[in-house]
């Protein structure tokens, strides 16, 4: 178990599935979680849950592909804990439905806008921060998407490729900094965003799971909270610009 009390991390999107999982686990090593999401019921649900816990935690209601939103998210939680140790960029939107030629181009622009500007803009304010400190770890949360098309998700997986790219350039422009930047690429992990895909998949859940997995189950949240801890953790000092699948061999087929 990472022990995390004093340090300050940022999750964002913490208000449902993965992002709640990972303020959990981040909370339960003792570190101090900046809780960020565009839904406030949820975000506040996740600081229920970590101070019920025992845990500290604060709410930042940001819509990441603001960037004035995103700035005053920073400032605030540097304001209230004086840094930012850890980020864990992982706010997004899910799929589309449709196929390349039928996805509507406001569809495109809040893909894009959330899961690809989102990540673009957390990463700036962050990093900044983390440069005048001197010290810091950054994870992006990809997906299998960045590595492997689906059907019906040219969009969503254009959008996951790109953080892929913004990972792995800004781990070279912030070679030498005393930042860590990395990201995870998720498989199938049941969260209500894969509820939703799986509404729209005419296979069935045990085929998705058959698909998906090589080990017969789906992942859970905890599983890409424990690589994200471990990618912040000094256990990871040698490990950089890296994405690491937990994805239940997915990508290994
Ligand atoms: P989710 O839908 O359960 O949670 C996403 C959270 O992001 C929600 O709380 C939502 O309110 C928030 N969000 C959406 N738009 C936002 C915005 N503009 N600003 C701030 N917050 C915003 O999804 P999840 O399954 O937990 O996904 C988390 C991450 O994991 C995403 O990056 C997703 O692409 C990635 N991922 C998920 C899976 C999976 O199988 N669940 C697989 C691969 C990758």
Redesign the pocket.
């Known amino acids: 178990m990472q022990d995390f009390s004093e340090r300050s991390a940022l999750v ?10 990972i303020a959990l686990a981040f909370a339960r090593a003792g570190a101090r979680v900046a809780v ?4 406030v019921a ?2 506040e649900e996740t600081v229920g849950l970590i101070q019920r816990a025992g845990g500290q935690a604060v709410f930042y209601r ?5 960037a004035a939103e995103v700035r005053s998210m920073v400032q605030g939680i540097v304001e209230d804990t004086g840094k930012l140790d850890f980020a864990i960029n ?5 799929m589309e439905t449709d196929e390349l030629p039928d996805v509507p181009e406001a569809i495109f622009d809040r893909i894009m ?3 690809v500007k ?1 990540v673009f803009l957390c990463m700036q304010h962050e990093i900044r921060q983390m440069l005048q400190q001197g010290h810091g770890a950054i994870v992006n ?5 960045s590595y492997r098309p689906q059907n019906r998700q040219s969009v ?1 997986t254009a959008s ?1 490729h790109a ?1 892929l790219g913004l990972t792995r350039n800004a781990a070279i422009d912030m070679a030498g900094s005393g930042i860590r930047i990395n990201a995870i ?10 509820a ?2 799986l509404r729209n998949a005419p296979a069935g859940r045990d085929q998705v799971i058959d698909k998906m997995s090589l080990i017969g189950r ?2 859970q ?1 905890d599983d ?1 909270a424990k690589a994200a801890l471990w990618l912040c953790s000094d256990d990871a000092s040698f490990t950089y610009g890296h994405t690491l699948a937990v994805d239940g061999g997915y990508l290994s087929r």
């Open positions: 964002t999107g913490a208000g449902s599935g993965i992002g709640r999982g960020s999401d565009v839904d949820g975000g940001c819509d990441v592909s603001s992982n706010a997004a939107v899910g806008g959330v899961n989102g949360i990809a997906s299998v998407n969503y996951k953080v690429a998720p498989g199938a992990i049941e969260t209500p965003m894969l939703a895909a789906l992942g949240p890409v």
